[in-house]
């Protein structure tokens, strides 16, 4: 066992009923669990074991940030009642994962994503679904199949009667996330786009190896799951954080189900799902995961915040 596979994970809460909650889903890692309600003592017990990650209530996040080591990761703890606050912690650069939700805490989120972080093992939407859901798998042959395939997922969609409102985010973050993968994704050997400024509704064949881009989906009747993946592994971190900050702007106006004037790209769904993904291998493959509530009446959603996670595969340059 290496080192690094027994530094703790560091819990900075100061709500005694959260610390208890979070010990015991991260728990499940074996690994040894630090768990203080104050910035100084997490600095004091940082100095004595550097932590493999920590999980911070939002307001303990830019004191905490100022003296975590470089390598360790930061879980982000939010409630939907300070979205507005959202913004500005994107815009200072050290966010990478979020959960926020009505509720106090989202117990398989919270698992997943230590999970996730702790093995190295993070790609694949059956991470965020119950065990034995029936996963879809369609494969884009050409640029011009995008539209068709957003067919095929609503047609499923209605089938399994989600709701309008399911239907209308699932084919607008289908078609925003193919159209990354097929037009953005595609680099030349100096990293510069050769697909962007194409005709979206030209023809392109897609080879069998790199150009090929994928979607698969699911549904659990808890969330349903789109997972589109590319073979470039071009989109970054810098990226996915403007585009997250953009979207945040108007998270208490979430981007409109009818409409796609609203917003463009990956703001576009950050804004029209529940919780995003983005598995990174750069260079190889990008994974982008949208997760959509369906237990919920819009009513019922309110103004919430999408919580996110921006994963790297372990050893990427």
């Known amino acids: 066992m290496t080192p690094r596979d027994v530094r703790p994970i560091l819990v900075v809460h100061p709500d005694p009923k959260t610390q208890r909650t979070v010990h015991r889903i991260v728990g499940g890692t074996f690994r040894p669990i ?8 997490a600095k004091e017990r940082c100095s004595q074991t550097p932590p493999f990650l920590a999980i911070v209530a939002h307001p303990l996040l830019r004191d905490v940030a100022a003296f975590l080591p470089q390598d360790a990761q930061t879980l982000v703890l939010m409630h939907d009642s300070d979205g507005d606050e959202l913004g500005a912690m994107l815009e200072r650069g050290n966010l990478s994962f979020l959960l926020a939700n009505p509720m106090p805490l989202l117990a398989e989120e919270l698992s997943t994503t230590v999970q996730k972080l702790s093995r190295n093992e993070i790609f694949g939407l059956e991470k965020y679904l119950t065990w034995g859901v029936e996963i879809r798998e369609l494969v884009l042959a050409d640029a011009q199949q995008r539209r068709p ?6 047609e499923d969609v209605r089938r399994a009667q989600l709701g309008p409102r399911a239907l209308a985010a699932a084919t607008l973050i289908a078609d925003e996330l193919l159209s990354n993968a097929v037009f953005n994704a595609p680099v030349d050997d100096q990293g510069a786009p050769t697909h962007a400024h194409d005709i979206r509704t030209d023809a ?8 090929r881009v994928t979607l698969r989906y699911a549904c659990d009747a808890r969330y349903l799951a789109l997972e589109v993946n590319d073979q470039y592994g071009s989109l970054d971190r810098a990226t996915i954080l403007r585009c997250l900050t953009k979207a945040s702007n108007r998270v208490r106006d979430k981007v409109s189900m009818t409409t796609r004037g609203a917003g463009i790209g990956l703001a576009t769904v950050y804004g029209s799902c529940n919780h995003l993904v983005f598995n990174l291998e750069p260079g190889k493959r990008t994974q982008v995961i949208a997760l959509i509530d369906v237990r919920f009446r819009p009513t019922e959603l309110g103004n919430t915040v999408c919580s996110f996670g921006i994963f790297k ?3 990427s340059p």
């Open 149 to 154: 395939l957003v067919a095929e997922v609503a």
């Open 204 to 211: 392109r064949p897609l080879s069998a190896d790199r150009d």
């Open 34 to 41: 630090i768990i203080t309600d104050n910035a100084v003592a």
């Open 313 to 315: 595969s372990e050893g």
